[in-house]
T-cell receptor, first 109, second 119 residues
Framework: DAKTTQPPSMDCAEGRAANLPCNHSTISGNEYVYWYRQIHSQGPQYIIHGLKNNETNEMASLIITEDRKSSTLILPHATLRDTAVYYCIPQTGANNLFFGTGTRLTVIP | GAVVSQHPSWVICKSGTSVKIECRSLDFQATTMFWYRQFPKQSLMLMATSNEGSKATYEQGVEKDKFLINHASLTLSTLTVTSAHPEDSSFYIC???????????????FGPGTRLTVL
């Protein structure tokens, strides 16, 4: 599995866009990039995933660089409820998820 | 998204007793269920993977005789912590997945977790 590098923490003002970077330079061609988040004392929550193309859903947008070595998760209008630890996880379909240390996002009122 | 429940949400037990945690997929059939453990201020660590009707596959360093996993149906998996000790106190989280599409890419849906405290 590819290793990832994420900043340990970030702050974002409420209502502003939160841009969470992830470096996965060793990702292999068949590995998708998954993003999950974990709000304090809860189980992780799936956010979005992608392979090559940028993706958008009701929660977030995922921007993947052309060389696939990095990606950015975008929360367009962060709310206080988005305060959580965000995990970027390269994964093939049959593999288990291996959580790294993630980015602790704090949304500030 | 799919819903996964865990029961109980928290449990306190005495050292030496056994504790069973249930994980249920409520609105889909889970071909695979995963059990994770999370210590305070640490990330999730995968303990084992179980497929319905098969023996669980344990990660290195996880004692299979201490953490008994049963996946008897497509909607239920149980984790039993046998002879629990204080060092087993942790947040236990299960997840469930089902094959989705020809590529076999599977999202994992997580339960809310069970906080175990062993006195």
């Amino acid at each position: 599995d590819a290793k990832t590098t994420q900043p340990p923490s970030m702050d974002c003002a409420e209502g502003r866009a939160a841009n969470l970077p992830c470096n996965h330079s060793t990702i292999s061609g068949n590995e998708y990039v998954y993003w999950y988040r974990q709000i304090h004392s809860q189980g992780p929550q799936y956010i979005i995933h992608g392979l090559k193309n940028n993706e958008t859903n009701e929660m977030a947008s995922l921007i993947i660089t052309e060389d696939r070595k990095s990606s950015t998760l975008i929360l367009p209008h962060a709310t206080l409820r988005d305060t959580a630890v965000y995990y970027c996880i390269p994964q093939t379909g049959a593999n288990n998820l291996f959580f790294g240390t993630g980015t602790r996002l704090t949304v500030i009122p | 998204g799919a819903v996964v429940s865990q029961h109980p949400s928290w449990v306190i037990c005495k050292s030496g007793t056994s504790v069973k945690i249930e994980c249920r997929s409520l609105d889909f059939q889970a071909t695979t269920m995963f059990w994770y453990r999370q210590f305070p201020k640490q990330s999730l660590m995968l303990m084992a993977t179980s497929n319905e009707g098969s023996k669980a596959t344990y990660e290195q360093g996880v004692e299979k005789d201490k953490f008994l996993i049963n996946h008897a149906s497509l909607t239920l998996s149980t984790l039993t912590v046998t002879s629990a000790h204080p060092e087993d106190s942790s947040f236990y989280i299960c997840s469930a997945s089902a094959n989705a599409g020809g590529l076999g890419i599977r999202e994992q849906f997580f339960g809310p977790g069970t906080r175990l405290t062993v006195l």
